[in-house]
T-cell receptor, first 115, second 111 residues
Framework: DQQVKQNSPSLSVQEGRISILNCDYT??????FLWYKKYPAEGPTFLIS?????DKNEDGRFTVFLNKSAKHLSLHIVPSQPGDSAVYFC??????????????FGQGTTLQVKP | GAGVSQTPSNKVTEKGKYVELRCDPI?????LYWYRQSLGQGPEFLIY????????DSGLPNDRFFAVRPEGSVSTLKIQRTERGDSAVYLC?????????FGEGSRLTVL
């Protein structure tokens, strides 16, 4: 049973345009959501997070939106840059921001930003 | 180094053999996590240490998998009687407060 789903295995966008990566979850106990970025042969690195008490969190070019009623979150990257090309994982946890270690990950979406 | 270090980076073994994977966390990080990433999937939680003790081992798939962290720093993931389905990248992460810092992983291939 996949509790966190990323239904798009891949996404290709042009440099300078917006990238939108989507994620759905099924467990209503999840209250903290994160996005990780992974380059080949490297471990995932933390990108941005959002608590369930918010519906938006922004950090530079990266914005995460949370729609709790739809159990859906998305990551917006604008403007997209070639260096953003990587695999992006959505992850969720229960227990708030103090319990971010036991994460449930989605399958990942490979983003390619073309120059 | 400053990051999480995992050894070996690659391990090829035969079915039925015993394997140990090592994780050296960031100095001072009290929490340590093991995850497993199979091809085409996201990382899957295995076990979490707070100090020397396993605070949550609910993700270990069966009793062939065991992990230790005897001095609260380095951790070893041990897999007995390996099976082909154990082939994956095993990721270790450490944290001090909330953010996880992942190592590059150990790729295990069981032939």
């Amino acid at each position: 049973d996949q509790q966190v789903k990323q239904n798009s295995p891949s996404l290709s966008v042009q440099e300078g345009r917006i990238s939108i990566l989507n994620c759905d979850y099924t467990n209503s106990m999840f209250d903290y959501f994160l996005w990780y970025k992974k380059y080949p042969a490297e471990g995932p690195t933390f990108l941005i997070s959002i608590s369930s008490i918010k519906d938006k969190n922004e950090d530079g070019r990266f914005t995460v939106f949370l729609n709790k009623s739809a159990k859906h979150l998305s990551l917006h990257i604008v403007p997209s840059q070639p260096g953003d090309s990587a695999v992006y994982f959505c992850a969720a946890s229960a227990g708030g921001s103090s319990n971010t270690g036991k994460l449930i990950f989605g399958q990942g979406t490979t983003l390619q930003v073309k120059p | 180094g400053a990051g999480v270090s995992q050894t070996p980076s690659n391990k090829v073994t035969e079915k039925g053999k015993y394997v140990e994977l090592r994780c050296d966390p960031i100095s001072g990080h009290t929490a340590l996590y093991w995850y497993r990433q199979s091809l085409g999937q996201g990382p899957e939680f295995l076990i979490y240490f707070q100090g020397t003790g396993a605070a949550d081992d609910s993700g270990l798939p069966n009793d062939r998998f065991f992990a230790v962290r005897p001095e609260g720093s380095v951790s070893t993931l041990k897999i007995q009687r390996t099976e082909r389905g154990d082939s994956a990248v095993y990721l270790c992460a450490s944290s001090l407060n909330s953010e996880l810092f992942f190592g590059e992983g150990s790729r295990l291939t069981v032939l």
